[in-house]
């Protein structure tokens, strides 16, 4: 399985900024797929998550301001920022569980398989 990252960059606080994560290498009806970030100095924080049949999950510091979805026939995840704050500065992992059903993709599940990254900098 492999996750591709695109999108990051530098921003000012207000700005935007859409990311995308191409995958491939599987075959699963049900699966998790979501964002992870990670800044220096913090451990990793779940950000999103959108499941096979649809259904999503944002962390509270995110909620309004990014939106997930998912491009299936194309395996592509995309995140939607947008409002970014300083505090969004982090590093953003794309990553992916194949599961039996999609009721169980939370912020929490462990994921299976994880992109390199992309960089998110948000100046104030």
């Known amino acids: 399985v492999q996750l591709l990252e695109s999108g990051g960059g530098a921003v000012q606080a207000g700005g935007s900024l859409r990311l995308s994560c191409a995958t491939s290498g599987y075959r699963a009806d049900a699966y998790c797929g979501g964002w992870v970030r990670q800044s220096p100095g913090k451990g990793r924080e779940g950000v999103a998550t959108?499941?096979?049949?649809?259904?999503?999950n944002y962390a509270n510091f995110v909620k309004g301001r990014f939106s997930i979805s998912q491009a299936n026939a194309e395996k592509t995840l995309y995140l939607q920022m947008n409002n970014l704050k300083p505090e969004d500065t982090a590093m953003y992992y794309c990553?992916?569980?194949?599961?039996?059903?999609?009721?169980?993709?939370?912020?929490?599940?462990?994921?299976?398989?994880w992109g390199k990254g992309t960089q998110v900098t948000v100046s104030s």
């Open positions: 990553a992916l569980a194949l599961m039996p059903h999609p009721k169980y993709c939370s912020l929490y599940y462990e994921m299976d398989h």
């Open positions: 959108i499941a096979s049949d649809g259904r999503a």
